[in-house]
C-alpha cells in the first residue's frame, strides 16, 4: 500500500479512536463480541428454518462456506501474508491509540476478519433471501456497526475494516453465484 494511504489511514485511525468515553468503551467492548448476538441470530436462523424448510437449511449452508472461506482468507492467508501491524501493536503508535481493557487483539491486521465474516453474512443473507424478508438488509447496519467497533478499540486501521466488507462482500456474491449454478432450486424464491 503506497505510503499515503497508509499515512491517511494512519491518521482516519487517530481522529476515529479519540472520540472515546468510559460508557462507550464498555459498549464496544461488548459489541466487539460476536456471542453477545447469538439471541438475535438463534431467532433468525429459527425464522429461516420455519419459513424455508429444507431450502432455509441451504441458505445456512451458504451462510457457513462464506464463514469459513472469509475466515480462511483474511485469518489464516492475508493477515500472515501482508503482515501489517496491528495499531495496538504499532511502536510509533504507543500512547496514542486508545485501548480498553488491555485489549490489543493479535498481532496483525489486515484484512478485518470481523468485517469479513460479518459483511459476508450480510450480503449472503440479503442476496438469498432480500424479496422475502424486507428486512434483511438490516444486516448491513449490523455489520458495520459490529465492524466500527475494531477501528473503536483500536485494534484495526478504517482500510482493514474497509477491504474486510469488500472481501466479505464479494465472497457472498461468489457463493450465490456458485449456489444459482449448481443448485439453482434449493434457493429459495428470487
Not at 466487539?32 to 432455509?56: D, E, M, Q, S
Not at 441458505?59 to 475466515?71: C, F, M, N, Y
Not at 504499532?90 to 459483511?119: C, M, Q, R, W
Request: some cysteine; aromatic content about 16%; hydrophobic content about 55%.
Amino acid at each position: 500500500m503506497p505510503d499515503s494511504l497508509l499515512s491517511l489511514d494512519e491518521r482516519l485511525l487517530l481522529f476515529l479512536n479519540s472520540f472515546h468515553a468510559p460508557w462507550l468503551d464498555n459498549l464496544m467492548f461488548v459489541l466487539t463480541n460476536g456471542k453477545v448476538y447469538a439471541p438475535f441470530f438463534i431467532v433468525v436462523i429459527g425464522l429461516i428454518i420455519y419459513r424455508f424448510r429444507w431450502k432455509g437449511a441451504f441458505v445456512l449452508l451458504l451462510v457457513a462456506l462464506v464463514i469459513i472461506l472469509g475466515d480462511q482468507l483474511s485469518s489464516s492467508l492475508l493477515k500472515p501474508l501482508i503482515g501489517r501491524l496491528r495499531p495496538t501493536h504499532e511502536p510509533h503508535l504507543d500512547g496514542l491509540i486508545h485501548i480498553v481493557n488491555g485489549y490489543k487483539g493479535g498481532l496483525y491486521s489486515f484484512v478485518s476478519s470481523h468485517a469479513t465474516n460479518s459483511f459476508g453474512i450480510a450480503a449472503i443473507l440479503w442476496l438469498t433471501l432480500r424479496k422475502q424478508f424486507a428486512w434483511i438488509g438490516i444486516f448491513f447496519a449490523w455489520a458495520t456497526l459490529f465492524s466500527f467497533t475494531r477501528i473503536y478499540l483500536g485494534v484495526h486501521y478504517p482500510g482493514d475494516v474497509l477491504c474486510g466488507a469488500l472481501l466479505g462482500t464479494a465472497i457472498a456474491y461468489f457463493i450465490y453465484w456458485l449456489a444459482k449454478k449448481i443448485k439453482p432450486d434449493w434457493l429459495p424464491q428470487s
